[in-house]
T-cell receptor, first 111, second 115 residues
Framework: KQEVTQIPAALSVPEGENLVLNCSFT??????LQWFRQDPGKGLTSLLL?????REQTSGRLNASLDKSSGRSTLYIAASQPGDSATYLC??????????FGTGTQLKVEL | DAGVIQSPRHEVTEMGQEVTLRCKPI?????LFWYRQTMMRGLELLIY????????DSGMPEDRFSAKMPNASFSTLKIQPSEPRDSAVYFC?????????????FGAGSRLTVL
């Protein structure tokens, strides 16, 4: 059974700092991995999707990497802003359309 | 596009009552998912449909839960009878295709409280 772990569970950083969120999964036979953002009381917003054949994806200040063989992905956020405060979730897809989600990292960026 | 639309956004009901949650996926998306989110268990997949057909309902907790997708633009998740432990946020999501290659788009969720 696929298990997805995110460390740390919570993180607080000052504005402007670069930061890395970690995601690890137990079964490396994945099809792709997706990073989401969830604001309090809201749904999930997709940030980046990395196919299993890719090593990284970039969108603005966000960069996600994937090391399938070691079962790891990282989400790098450059020059963090208070508006980045949210819970970040990673999810892996093994086959078909079924996603397994991590428990999330709650990020707070302080002024 | 208005995105994935869910209703109601909030529902408070008493134990034993029937609850029906509704979802309209993005037009053109042929895969639809129902997830449940709680503090204790995080996000759990309940059921998903491809082309209106249920593909995997192994996440449905018990017989009190049922889901239907009568057409490509509408799905329901029903709980009958509801219990306090069903209190959670229920999300609907949709995507194009069946291979899992595309981004999954979520609705805003339905927050259910069973007293």
């Amino acid at each position: 059974k696929q298990e997805v772990t995110q460390i740390p569970a919570a993180l607080s950083v000052p504005e402007g700092e670069n930061l890395v969120l970690n995601c690890s999964f137990t079964d490396s036979a994945i099809y792709n991995l997706q990073w989401f953002r969830q604001d309090p009381g809201k749904g999930l917003t997709s940030l980046l999707l990395i196919q299993s054949s890719q090593r990284e994806q970039t969108s603005g200040r966000l960069n996600a990497s994937l090391d399938k063989s070691s079962g790891r992905s990282t989400l790098y956020i450059a020059a963090s802003q208070p508006g980045d405060s949210a819970t970040y979730l990673c999810a892996v897809r093994r086959g078909g359309n079924k996603l397994t989600f991590g428990t999330g990292t709650q990020l707070k960026v302080e002024l | 596009d208005a995105g994935v639309i869910q209703s109601p956004r909030h529902e408070v009901t008493e134990m034993g009552q029937e609850v029906t949650l509704r979802c309209k996926p993005i037009s053109g998306h042929n895969s639809l998912f129902w997830y449940r989110q709680t503090m204790m268990r995080g996000l759990e997949l309940l059921i998903y449909f491809n082309n209106n057909v249920p593909i995997d309902d192994s996440g449905m907790p018990e017989d009190r839960f049922s889901a239907k997708m009568p057409n490509a633009s509408f799905s329901t998740l029903k709980i009958q009878p509801s219990e306090p432990r069903d209190s959670a946020v229920y999300f609907c999501a949709s995507t194009r295709g069946e291979s899992g290659a595309n981004v999954l788009t979520f609705g805003a969720g339905s927050r259910l409280t069973v007293l």
